[in-house]
């Protein structure tokens, strides 16, 4: 890789640094191509995506704005698995970490913030931002169904009441 090429790809990495919710640093020692495609599979189809990187190209990238913890993170044959949701990511990697031996999850960040194996894996168990709308628009269309239920209650009572009187007129 020459100097322009090593350039180009702090930039990149910048920019992946920059815009990513958070990142998840990981082992890779030993993984086949089929079970790398695997994973960059599960994580295209959720929104993220992985990257293999060169520790001092990570590091440069970075510039120190994490600290000392967050170069640590590179040693080692580090690929980053990253999306726009913060959650994403962990939770692709955590599944598979699970059931890969040869894969682990080092840490990760989130802006400056620094996360260990654990903080990862605690990001991994909240839910992603798709589940919490979910759970958001439920609880703002509940009430206004219970509201509708109550307002239409009277109505249907009234109706009944009518109906009986009908039925008892034409008897």
């Keep these: ?6 350039q180009e790809s702090i930039e990149t990495l910048k920019g992946v640094f920059a815009d990513a919710g958070a990142v998840v640093v990981t082992h890779n020692l030993g993984l086949t191509v089929a079970e790398m495609t695997d994973l960059r599979l599960r994580l295209r189809k959720e929104g993220a995506a992985l ?3 060169k520790n001092t190209l990570a590091q440069k990238a970075l510039d120190g704005s994490i600290g000392e913890a967050g ?3 590179f040693t080692g044959p580090v690929a980053i698995a990253y999306a726009s949701d913060p959650v994403t990511a ?3 990697t955590s599944e598979f970490a699970k059931g890969n031996d040869k894969f682990s999850i080092v840490g990760g960040f989130m802006g400056t913030e620094v996360l260990d194996q654990k903080g990862v894996a605690a990001l991994a168990t909240l839910p992603s931002l798709d589940q919490l709308r979910g759970k958001i628009i439920g609880l703002l269309q509940a009430p206004a169904t219970k509201v509708a239920g109550v307002l239409q209650a009277p109505a249907g009572q009234l109706a ?11 008897a």
Excluded at 163 to 170: L, S, V
């Design 1 to 6: 890789m020459d100097r322009a090429q090593k």
């Design 51 to 53: 990257k293999v990187v």
């Design 160 to 170: 009944r009441v009518m109906g009986a009187y009908a039925a008892k007129d034409a």
């Design 90 to 92: 962990a939770k692709v």
């Design 71 to 73: 170069d640590a993170l």
